[in-house]
């Protein structure tokens, strides 16, 4: 099964962290995956231990404008121009991106100026993109999504399988995760589930209870090798029961998925 997932949630509770660690999850199943970073504080690579040096060359798509104009008509910063709303974006990722152990890496970068979902020639091409990405790739596709909704538009909602939501135990984070929860059901996705992150023992039901009608799928623990992890730069597959607590997580979405 070639899974389309999206993974939100408020910043910081660990929504890079699951994403990560699910695309390695599926990589280590024999899958080809395609790891979407669409958050634009891109951590995402790291998270996944490319090297600082593979990373370095990899330019995010919304940088692009050479190319951003030539698909759109339009150059990327300026306002008042027509720009074509479905622009060609099927060779973007075999072109700008590094793969890795059956993992490809795509960077999609932020939009300056006017916020996520201004009407610009960059945002319609990332939006193009991430519609391809998840509508007509034939890999697992996990996106890093960023906070917002705002490049998952009704028709690209459609095709994903799964919104997972990353919540943490704490008030702010249980707020955002139904707010997340009726925001993707309302762009059509139907099924929409959460996973608890940083979970202390005693705080699994705090986390059910918490976001509300929400499925929760599973939790991971508060580890401070997380941390020391990232401090060090490796791959946070690396850290002791992580992978099979998320494995435990990818058959809960299959098995969602197949109901």
């Known amino acids: 099964m070639s899974l389309k997932v999206a993974v939100s949630g408020k910043g910081g509770v660990g929504k890079t962290t699951v994403a990560a660690l699910l695309a390695e999850v599926y990589s280590r199943l024999g899958k080809q995956v395609l790891a979407v970073d669409a958050d634009p504080d891109a951590n995402l690579g790291s ?15 919304s940088e692009l404008d050479d190319l951003i104009e030539e698909r759109t008509g339009a150059r990327p910063g300026t306002v008042g121009q027509w720009f074509t709303l479905n622009p060609k974006v099927d060779d973007i990722p075999e072109q700008f991106s590094v793969s890795r152990d059956g993992i490809r890496l795509i960077v999609m970068g932020g939009v300056r100026g006017g916020g996520a979902g201004c009407a610009c020639p960059e ?4 939006k193009s993109l991430l519609r391809h990405l998840v509508l007509e790739r034939q ?18 909602a459609r ?12 008030r702010r984070s249980f707020q955002t995760a139904r707010a997340v929860g009726r925001l993707a059901r309302e762009i059509g996705v139907e099924r929409v589930y959460a996973v608890g992150n940083k979970v202390r023992p005693g705080d699994e039901e705090r986390v059910r209870h918490g976001v509300g009608d929400l499925p929760v ?20 597959s690396e850290v002791s029961g992580l992978l099979e607590r998320v494995e435990t997580i990818a058959r809960a979405l299959e098995d969602a998925v197949s109901t």
């Not at 890999?139 to 690209?156: C, K, Q």
């Not at 799928?217 to 946070?236: E, I, K, N, R, S």
């Open 47 to 61: 998270a996944l231990g490319f090297e600082e040096s593979v990373l370095d060359r990899l330019v995010a798509i």
């Open 123 to 126: 945002n319609a091409f990332l």
């Open 139 to 156: 890999e697992t596709v996990i996106v890093d999504m960023e906070a917002g909704l705002e490049h998952l538009g009704r028709g690209t």
């Open 159 to 170: 095709g994903v399988d799964v919104f997972l939501v990353v919540v943490e135990p704490g």
């Open 217 to 236: 799928l599973g939790t991971l623990p508060y580890d401070p090798a997380l941390v020391q992890a990232d401090l060090d730069g490796a791959p946070l």
